[in-house]
């Protein structure tokens, strides 16, 4: 199975800045396309970003886009999601998934396994 671990989330104000990493175990990253999930009380796991292995090519929901960034180190078989201007709305579990990276990234489905995530809360 391919195995990651999500960290770097905490509580922030509106505004403030997260830099959210996604680490993989047992494969190298590199080769696979990776995705950004995140799941709001009482609401779907949806996708926020994704970042393709192929060409680096990068898509973010409609929400997000402009404040999200995706970006890899391949030396650190790491994934991060850098969020800037997080917004309430922004708060919930973020997942990582190695799965296919499309747009629109709400459409995107992961079919294995889930790490456990991690906790962004924006309040004031």
């Known amino acids: 199975q391919l195995q990651v671990v999500e960290s770097g989330g905490g509580l922030v104000q509106p505004g403030g800045s997260l830099r959210l990493s996604c680490a993989a175990s047992?494969?190298?990253?590199?080769?696979?396309?990776l995705v950004w999930f995140r799941q709001a009380p009482g609401k779907e796991r949806e996708g926020v970003s994704c970042i393709k292995s192929s060409d680096g090519t990068t898509y973010f929901g409609d929400s997000v886009k402009g404040r999200f960034t995706i970006s890899r180190d391949n030396a650190k078989n790491t994934v991060y999601l850098q969020m800037k201007n997080l917004k309430v709305e922004d708060s919930g579990v973020y997942y990582c998934?190695?799965?296919?990276?499309?747009?629109?990234?709400?459409?995107?489905?992961?079919?294995?396994?889930w790490g456990q995530g991690t906790q962004v809360t924006v309040s004031s």
């Open positions: 998934a190695a799965t296919r990276c499309i747009e629109p990234v709400g459409e995107i489905r992961n079919f294995g396994s």
């Open positions: 047992g494969f190298t990253l590199e080769y696979y396309d």
